[in-house]
């Protein structure tokens, strides 16, 4: 990773908050989904998949800017276990945000339906049909996807600590404020 910048790049801001709204319509259109049998579920459907790969590519291109700018440092006065705490929920963010997308890209191919992301382009499967293993990725996105909402919550949680209790810069470093004199 490149070494430490003052604050995140207008890219790296602009890539978090349009994936940020892109995840929780994500989960929102998923919840919609399991929750309605009528033609909304389909139209849902028709959304939900191709967003899912934009996430995913999203996602892969994010990485691959981090990797490239860097990140801010983490405040020196900060506790080393929330720093600890930081570092895990951004790994676990990044692992959902790609392996969300595989995992119901796979289930689909495990149930032998195509992956149409606009028009006529469709996704190869990535499995062999399999009315097991589509019942077993269902459980696991499923069983992600509340995990996922979860970890936005724990993330909003955070922010906000940082930007009203704490005040130490960190929420700024994504917003793109200046940072609280100290």
């Known amino acids: 990773m490149s070494g ?3 604050k995140f790049s207008p890219l790296q801001r602009a890539l978090h908050w349009s994936m940020a709204l892109a995840i929780l319509a994500m989960l929102f259109v998923g919840v919609g989904m399991t929750a309605t049998v009528d033609q909304v579920r389909e139209t849902l459907i028709a959304v939900h998949r191709p967003l899912g790969i934009a996430i995913l ?5 994010r990485i691959a ?6 990140a801010p440092e983490l405040p020196a006065g900060m506790p080393e276990p929330m720093k600890l ?3 895990l929920s951004h790994l676990a963010f990044y692992g ?3 392996a969300m997308p595989i995992i119901g890209w796979a289930m689909m191919s495990a149930a032998d339906y195509p992956i149409v992301l606009f ?6 499967p990535i499995v062999s049909p399999s009315r097991e293993l589509h019942a077993a990725l269902w ?3 499923a069983g992600l996807a509340l995990c996922f909402f979860a970890l936005i919550l724990l993330h909003l949680a955070a922010a906000l600590f940082h930007a009203l209790v704490r005040r130490d810069g960190v929420f700024q470093q994504m917003a793109g404020g200046r940072a609280p004199a100290e």
Do not use: D, E, F
Request: aromatic residues 0%; glycine residues 6%.
């Open 4 to 6: 430490a910048v003052a």
């Open 57 to 61: 590519i999203l996602a892969l291109l």
């Open 65 to 70: 800017v981090r990797l490239v700018q860097g």
């Open 85 to 87: 705490a930081a570092k």
């Open 96 to 98: 959902l945000m790609i």
């Open 119 to 124: 028009g006529a382009v469709h996704l190869p």
């Open 139 to 141: 459980t696991a996105h």
